[in-house]
């Protein structure tokens, strides 16, 4: 990194000196103390004002990591805020008026994890408004198969659940928890997708003709394809964490397998029939390309029931809807 930015003139000099003021602390040494601690993944300068601008704005605190800088492989940073620095700029909020839980009664255990609620619900209460946002988050949708999530289930679904609670209710917004930084990771990573168009990686990975919208039967594309002949997956990243979850039936020995005959996406002799491992990675990896309070107002078309609830017909359309989101 290039000389301390405390001598360059501009807002750069003044925000240091904002942060000093508020940490006791010397400009040249608040700078100096997060390059190498919550900002050690910046490049440069810049990068370390921005994430001073994010810390700024939303009151965080980066000397207790409630705001730290993820290294993207584009050589740039996301800013990661944990939950206590969710916590923090929601709690801070004159508005906010409390949050409750609540959670399924049907358990389901992800492969490598804990037993754990189907999905929970976070319901945050503002004091100007007459109904509180309601947001769920469904295990089979944010379970990882990380350290955090398999030992700690039920705590990390609450996590999601409070952190997308607080981001709807208080629009919150350039900012990302642990999970969704590391996914952006685990895409730029892919090399089956590496230098093309954004809305092109989204159409490959999903499985749909880029041009048309039309779903791909096959259950590989071309590039995804040379990548296994190589010894790769597609999408390691996406691969494991659809892998892991093993459904609500699992503990009744039910299988999740295609059966013999289903190779492609769509049967429309039988669109009722259970839906297939393969049908609900593809909902899930078109979903992750869609806002999420999209995929929510979607999901009440069938009843808000998870992916494992539906059948082949409504995740094929579920799936359809979502492609056409990503791409407009």
């Not at 041009?211 to 394809?225: P, S």
């Amino acid at each position: 990194m290039t000389e301390n930015p405390t001598e360059t003139p501009g807002g750069k000099l003044s925000l240091l000196a904002k942060f000093g003021a508020r940490y006791s602390l010397e400009p040249s040494k608040v700078y100096e103390t997060l390059c190498k601690t919550a900002f050690a993944s910046a490049q440069s300068q810049e990068q370390v004002v921005a994430l001073l601008v994010v810390a700024d704005q939303y009151g965080l605190n980066p000397f207790t990591k409630e705001i730290y800088a993820f290294p993207d492989k584009g050589g740039g940073v996301v800013p990661v805020v944990g939950v206590d620095g969710w916590n923090r700029i929601a709690q801070q909020r004159p508005e906010f008026d409390g949050i409750e839980f609540r959670y399924a009664t049907a358990m389901v255990t992800p492969k490598g994890g804990q037993p754990c609620p189907e999905w929970v619900e976070a319901v945050v209460y503002r004091k100007d408004r007459e109904h509180p946002v309601v947001i769920r988050e469904y295990l089979d949708e944010c379970f990882r198969p990380t350290s955090p999530w398999q030992s700690h289930t039920k705590r990390m679904l609450r996590h999601k659940a409070l952190i997308q609670g607080y981001r709807v209710a208080f629009g919150f917004h350039g900012i990302y928890d642990p999970d969704e930084a590391e996914a952006i990771a685990e895409h730029q990573r892919t090399p089956a997708f590496a230098g093309k168009p954004v809305a092109d990686r989204v159409a490959e990975r999903i499985g749909v003709n880029r041009e048309t919208g039309e779903v791909i039967d096959a259950e590989v594309t071309e590039d995804a394809a040379g990548a296994t002949e190589a010894g790769q997956t597609a999408d390691p990243g996406a691969e494991a964490a659809a892998d892991a979850f093993t459904g609500p039936d699992a503990a009744n020995g039910d299988s999740d397998e295609e059966p013999p005959g289903r190779g492609a996406l769509f049967d429309a002799d039988d669109p009722d029939r259970p839906a297939t491992t393969g049908d609900k990675k593809k909902l899930s990896e078109a979903i992750a390309h869609v806002p999420t309070e999209w995929a929510k107002a979607y999901r009440k078309r069938f009843g808000g029931r998870s992916n494992s609830e539906l059948t082949h017909g409504e995740i094929v359309a579920f799936t359809a809807a979502a492609v056409k989101e990503a791409l407009a």
